[in-house]
């Protein structure tokens, strides 16, 4: 009994000693630890939360299973130099002020909620609707959002829920952001932001942005264009100025990246072998063992000295649930094009061929330099140059096999492409029709559509 009971109070002890190194390592790398229960804020969320550092990118355990996997963190970003993300935001509750000093844009929408993952949902809150943050913004903190929770937070801190827009994603392949059936409930109007490949169903009299057709309720956003405005003015620029003066170069130091935190597909594993056909192809993610056992049966292998080779470009795990509400910046996608940087060619294949559902993978890929060798929907071309990026197709990957062949043995051809090719499909005009979310950016034509949509004002 005496040995059961020291191999427990040993047990603990660890655990406790491990918990107290690891407050007192992100305290001494500047983080501020707080624990913010889920519901409306009742205080200022801190702003000196960590920032993102390029060699935390998603998890990667798998890589380094052998200790085997390749450390790729490049040593001018390795040493926590800030990312190029924007300052974090102070999310507060609005001020107890009389709401009569506010003065909204129709009389139908006061105040506005959200509720979800803070990625996507709190930038299109304070992109599209400037002028209610932050007085009139209020950020309801929890990965899942059934909307009688919002309702039920709301009217215990005696904030009126009339005349209130409420933005949430959807529910959507059973991911259950919002709940089913409960969304009638709400008082006021509801904008849905899908980030999904599904074109969830917008309820009648409600609002969606995504994956849609243009209607007079629905309105086609795509991820890349919100993720590209959550980013620095010199970070949009690369993408977004004209011509090819500021276009980003890699350093050709290698030939592949491929990464995926889920996924991990035959047709994503067929295609990582099929290119290491032609050279070495780092693979870092959760796609390391799929790919091992793959390679059992179609016969190539993966390691250090092998054409598959696991790389790892994170060090330390990526908690999805916590992070994705408290911690905006450390999401992998915000540093990934530190990688990109040292490889001729990313593979960016999204997670299925959806139109309208094109993400920020390939953004990730052209601000790293690299080519991107592209699945997914073909949409992809009224955004970006075709003739900038290799289009990996199911029905014709020869095609895509010989394009990459040529540019890997005609390193003039690589140059003309990776040089003299801008990065968006119509320069101007697309960054109006796509991009502009901000007003500084086309206009912010988008911004303005999506706006009088919602407040009923075209």
């Known amino acids: 009994m005496e040995s059961t009971f020291s191999r427990i109070t040993l047990a603990m002890l660890v655990v406790i000693a491990w918990t107290v190194f690891v407050v007192v390592r992100l305290a001494s790398d500047g983080t501020n630890i707080e624990i913010i229960s889920s519901g409306l804020m009742p205080k200022i969320m801190t702003a000196s939360v960590a920032r993102a550092n390029p060699c935390r990118i998603g998890s990667d355990e798998e890589s380094s299973e052998d200790g085997g996997a390749v450390d790729l963190c490049p040593e001018s970003t390795a040493d926590g130099k800030e990312s190029l993300m924007v300052p974090h935001p102070v999310w507060k509750n609005p001020s107890e002020d009389d709401e009569s000093s506010f003065v909204p844009p129709v009389r139908s929408i006061r105040r506005i909620f959200t509720c979800g993952i803070v990625a996507w949902l709190i930038p299109a809150s304070q992109l599209i609707f400037t002028e209610y943050y932050p007085d009139r ?71 969606g942005l995504g994956p849609y057709d243009d209607t007079n309720h629905t309105m086609r956003l795509y991820l890349a264009s919100l993720y590209l405005n959550t980013l620095h003015d010199d970070m949009k620029s690369l993408i977004l100025s004209p011509g090819t003066a500021h276009k980003p170069k890699n350093t050709k130091r290698h030939f592949a990246l491929f990464v995926a935190s889920h996924h991990c597909t035959e047709f994503r594993l067929n295609a990582v072998i099929e290119l290491s056909r032609i050279d070495v192809v780092h693979v870092a993610g959760k796609c390391v063992r799929p790919l091992r056992e793959r390679c059992q049966v179609v016969g190539c292998r993966v390691g250090p000295d092998e054409r598959i080779v696991p790389v790892t470009v994170t060090r330390r795990p990526f908690d999805r649930i916590t992070e994705n509400i408290h911690d905006l910046w450390n999401q992998s996608f915000w540093t990934l094009h530190e990688y990109y940087r040292e490889y001729r060619f990313a593979m960016v294949f999204e997670n299925s061929k959806f139109d309208g559902y094109v993400t920020e993978k390939i953004v990730n890929a052209f601000l790293g330099g690299s080519v991107p060798i592209y699945f997914g929907t073909k949409d992809v071309f009224t955004i970006f140059n075709r003739r900038a990026m290799i289009y990996w197709d199911k029905e014709s990957i020869g095609d895509a096999m010989d394009s990459i062949r040529r540019l890997e043995e005609d390193e003039g051809a690589y140059d003309e492409v990776l040089m003299n090719e801008p990065i968006l499909a119509n320069g101007a005009q697309t960054v109006e029709d796509v991009f502009s979310l901000n007003v500084s950016h086309g206009g912010g034509k988008l911004r303005e559509r999506i706006r009088r949509m919602v407040f009923g004002l075209r």
Do not use: W
């Open 137 to 207: 913004l209020y950020v309801f903190h929890a990965i899942k959002c059934p909307v009688d929770r919002v309702m039920i937070r709301a009217r215990e801190s005696n904030i009126p829920l009339v005349d209130s827009l409420l933005i949430v994603r959807p529910t959507i392949g059973g991911m259950g952001f919002v709940g089913v059936g409960n969304e009638t409930d709400f008082p006021g109007k509801i904008l849905y932001v899908n980030t999904e490949n599904d074109a969830f169903p917008i309820p009648s009299g409600q609002f």
